[in-house]
């Protein structure tokens, strides 16, 4: 065992190479929630390095996205504990780990639909556009710079997916792929240290979604960030993803790289059922 | 023709009062489906504190000043009441039924207009007016400043409102609580904070409203918000609750209505003519003149 690492020892990891002198953005250690009686996710314990690109998959039903409502702290876990950026997240609120540096995108697009492409991302420019009551309401020069710096650089997160021309369009109003970029542009603009995105290729061609592979890679070394996806496109998936966790009945079944995962006998059965003796 | 237009301008004042208290309604309900019932009650508080300001400090202060510190102080204490209940009487319900969150609302109308009757009686007292610098004259049309001023006042603060609202990021914030909470936690937006902040504006121009009512009818009155509160919850409804323009609309044209009812001599149906008007709009357009057809998602 390489003694450089600091990842610790139950996540038993997949962090990349390069990523492993830092800790982990996000560690998670036996998460699990119950619903009532019903244990959706059990045990989940992992580690994703800084810059890793990682997936989770699994069959329906397995509890992915419920993952994601734990690690964003939309659903509090019954057990087990989240560190982001190695600091504790028990007991805060959405919004509050949002501040920390996570984001995510969802399943089914939402999107403040009503509102224009730039004031989407100016959203999630919030917490770093400074401007304070008095200076809004009465225009002084404060507002007038924050507002500036705000829409400069929602314009280039657009730019990162070459949306700049839609800035002003009212976002509902957007083709189902556009909706699905600026999902992640407004979650970029948060500026987190790890994106969570949830089927991000859902619905798309298979142009559209070798065009995200390219994005997603992009965002991760322009922004130096981690992305966690969930994705059924296994093509996706294993041309992208560095480090894979199967879940099944809430459970990992499997850790690994993508050939690993690939030829893991319990991923197998998971998706395709027992072989029949 | 001078009838005419002076009725207008009447209409135009009155309207305007309304459309403050309206976009207070609107802007709670857009944020939280919350119809809060107290806020017609939130303008009796404002009028007496300004009430009080005019009646206690006139001996020792020159008018000018006295009406000055009276429209802070009645703004000021409209805010904080406004930004207070809410605290204390919805922020606990945040996810418990709407209806019992109505019926809070209900509880704080009733609760203010008891605790101010047993503080101030139960009689109407009378509110020196605040403008008192006469009229001017348009032509051959004598125009009062009391008019002119609350119709300036009324609409400098609609377009500050949605300036602040479209514009700027607090208002950005507030446009996204309304849309998906859940999201805008995401984007690190503390949603109690946002709540807290529309409640404090909602009532800050509620309380310019009732500086602005006092200027017209110069009394206060335990139950005065309570018709003044459900004719903006029409006008709101009217124009389409949840929207800010809606509710300046509809403001506008409640106003409207009632003037043209009292005009032609039957100001005892006012207000019956008021109700009438909020039910046939609730049978042929059910989300307001502006509302958007919401379309559930199952």
Redesign the interface.
Same mark, same amino acid.
């Given at each position: 065992m390489n003694n450089t690492k600091m990842v610790p020892v139950p996540s038993r990891s997949i962090i990349p190479e390069r990523d492993s002198d830092k800790a982990p953005i996000l560690e998670a250690f036996n998460l699990g929630i119950d619903f009532g009686g019903l244990t959706a996710v059990d045990n989940f314990t992992i580690a994703v390095g800084r810059t890793e690109i990682c997936g989770l998959i699994g069959p329906n039903g397995a509890g992915k996205t419920t993952v994601f409502n734990l690690l964003t702290n939309v659903y509090q876990p019954t057990r087990g504990l989240i560190m982001l950026d190695g600091k504790n997240t028990t007991g805060k609120s959405t919004y509050q780990v949002s501040r920390m540096g996570i984001a995510r995108t969802f399943q089914n697009i939402r999107l403040f639909s009503k509102m224009s492409v730039l004031d989407n991302v100016k959203v999630g420019l919030y917490n770093s556009t400074k401007c304070s009551f008095i200076s809004s309401v009465l225009r002084l020069p404060q507002y007038f710079k924050s507002e500036k710096q705000a829409n400069e650089k929602a314009l280039e997160l657009l730019s990162v997916f070459d949306m700049e021309s839609h800035a002003y369009d009212e976002a509902g109003s957007l083709p189902y792929g556009a909706q699905r970029r600026l999902e992640i542009v407004r979650a970029l603009a948060t500026n987190p240290g790890i994106m969570l995105l949830d089927e991000p290729a859902a619905g798309m061609n298979p142009s559209e979604t070798w065009e995200l592979m390219e994005n997603i890679r992009k965002i991760r070394d322009k922004f130096q960030i981690a992305i966690m996806l969930i994705e059924h496109d296994m093509n996706l998936v294993m041309g992208i993803c560095e480090g894979i966790a199967v879940l099944d009945h809430g459970k990992i079944i499997a850790k690994g790289d993508p050939e690993q995962i690939k030829s893991n006998p319990a991923v197998i059965e998971a998706y395709l059922g027992k072989k029949e003796a | 023709m001078t009838t005419v237009i002076g009725q207008l301008i009447n209409a135009l004042q009155l309207g305007s009062i309304y459309a403050l208290v309206a976009l207070g309604y609107s802007m709670v309900y857009g944020i939280i489906s919350l119809l809060n019932f107290a806020h017609g009650d939130i303008i009796m508080v404002g009028a007496y504190a300004a009430w009080f300001i005019m009646t206690s400090l006139n001996s020792f202060l020159p008018f000018g000043a006295v009406a000055a510190i009276a429209v802070v102080f009645s703004i000021l204490i409209c805010t904080l009441l406004g930004a207070g209940i809410e605290k204390v009487a919805y922020a606990p319900l945040r996810s418990a039924p709407r209806l019992s969150l109505l019926i809070t609302a209900i509880g704080v109308s009733y609760f203010l207009e008891n605790m101010a009757q047993m503080i101030f009686g139960a009689g109407a007292k009378s509110v020196p007016n605040i403008i008192s610098i006469g009229s001017f004259h348009v032509g051959k049309m004598t125009v009062s400043w009391t008019s002119a001023i609350t119709l300036i006042v009324s609409v400098i603060s609609m377009a500050?409102l949605t300036?602040?609202v479209k +514009?700027? +990021? &607090? #208002? +950005? *914030?507030m446009? *996204?609580v309304s849309?998906?909470v #859940?999201?805008?936690?995401? &984007? #690190?937006?503390?949603?109690n904070k946002t709540i807290s902040?529309t409640f404090a504006i909602g009532s800050a121009l509620a309380g310019i409203g009732s500086i602005l009512y006092c200027c017209a009818y110069a009394q206060a009155s335990p139950t005065m918000g309570s018709m003044l509160g459900l004719k903006a919850f029409v006008a709101a409804v009217l124009g389409g609750i949840g929207s800010i323009p809606g509710a300046v609309l509809g403001g506008f044209a409640i106003g409207l209505a009632e003037t043209l009812v009292s005009s032609v001599g039957l100001s005892v149906w006012k207000d019956a003519i008021v109700f009438a008007i909020l039910i046939i709009v609730l049978i042929f357009k059910p989300a307001g003149i502006l509302g +958007?057809k919401k379309i559930e998602k199952v």
């Open positions: - | 500050v300036v602040f +514009k700027t +990021k &607090m #208002g +950005k *914030a446009r *996204a849309e998906d #859940g999201t805008a936690q995401l &984007m #690190g937006i503390n949603p902040l +958007k």
